[in-house]
Nanobody, 124 residues
């Protein structure tokens, strides 16, 4: 499986962006799909995850009331709708796929397939 993320860009604080990640090579319906972000000088941070059949959805505490994750297994895609963006949301965002169906706290090491990242810039 290969993942390709897109949709990043520059927005003002309070604005919205929608990231999308397309999978090629095989169907991803059985995978947990996740989003992580990494700002310069910081560790990769969990943003959101959605399990098989959208059975469970997880969010990092700083985005839980602003971001919405969704998946379309017919299109082999996962999306992240980001609303009310803040300067601290600026980072490179990565989509990823995992064969794990459940985790108390999702970590980068839980995901074995990664996209190349798309950059989000938020100006105040």
């Amino acid at each position: 499986v290969q993942l390709q993320a897109c949709g990043g860009g520059s927005v003002q604080a309070g604005g919205s962006l929608r990231l999308s990640c397309a999978a090629t090579g095989r169907r991803i319906a059985s995978y947990t799909l996740g989003w992580f972000r990494q700002a310069p000088g910081k560790e990769r941070e969990f943003v959101s995850a959605i399990t098989w059949n959208s059975g469970r959805i997880y969010y990092g505490p700083s985005v839980a009331d602003r971001f919405i994750v969704s998946r379309d297994d017919r299109e082999n895609t996962v999306a992240l709708q980001m609303n009310n963006l803040k300067p601290e949301d600026a980072a490179v965002y990565y989509c990823a796929a995992s064969t794990r169906m459940y985790a108390g706290n999702w970590r980068p090491s839980d995901f074995t397939i990664w996209g190349q990242g798309t950059k989000v810039t938020v100006s105040s």
